[in-house]
């Protein structure tokens, strides 16, 4: 692709030191998820299973505490090449779900997120107030530009919690995800730096 000539409107520098502790507020964090986590991950993903599988397609993946712990092992592995990073949500230390960066494009500085909530928990917005502290880190001290979720067209609330941190809709992908017995089309939400900036100092 050709250059325009311009010079580019954000030249921070990217710093990869990805935290592995974000407070959001008062009695609500978001830390890295380790092995010790498993169970407590696990059975609160069991109990949710029904809730959470009318969106999310890796429900038949963890099916005992061992899956679990396979699945943090590799999750780790993405955080330790700063790949990504999978946070458990706790509320006064309990985990009730997770937030993640689902991948990180450091070469063209744009990310994508990702979430689950346990269901008695949804509706309090502990989902908006982890993601937009993940957004604030990943624009404030990881010098990212583009931060991005993509939700199930059908998806309402997880569409609300896009349009709550002010993100744009850009377009609907047909067929995108193969969910158990059917594909969903999925809608792309994004915000970049610049934008996030005139938002929080407006």
Not at 177 to 191: C, G, K, N, P, R
Request: some cysteine; hydrophobic content about 40%.
């Amino acid at each position: 692709m050709a250059g325009t000539g311009e010079l580019p409107n954000d030249s921070r520098p990217i710093r990869r030191d990805i935290e592995s502790r974000l407070l959001v507020e008062e009695g609500l964090e978001l830390r890295i998820i380790v092995e010790e986590d498993a169970e407590d991950l696990f059975l609160k993903i069991d109990e949710n299973r029904r809730y959470l599988r009318e969106w999310l397609p890796w429900l038949d993946d963890i099916q005992s505490v061992r899956d679990e712990i396979s699945f943090i092992s590799l999750s780790l592995e993405d955080f330790e090449k700063r790949e990504g990073a999978i946070y458990a949500i706790r509320l006064d230390g309990k985990i009730i779900g997770t937030a993640s960066l689902n991948w990180i494009d450091w070469a063209n500085k744009g990310c994508g997120a990702g979430y689950w909530l346990s269901e008695t928990h949804s509706g309090h917005g502990y989902v908006t107030k982890s993601c937009i502290r993940l957004m604030e880190h990943c624009f404030e001290d990881l010098g990212l530009h583009r931060f991005v979720l993509e939700v199930a067209v059908e998806n309402h609330a997880s569409r609300a919690v896009a349009e709550r941190m002010g993100m744009r809709l850009e377009g609907i992908s047909k067929d995108r995800e193969w969910l158990y017995d059917h594909f969903t089309d999925s809608v792309m939400y994004a915000i970049t730096y610049p934008e996030w900036k005139s938002r929080t100092q407006g």
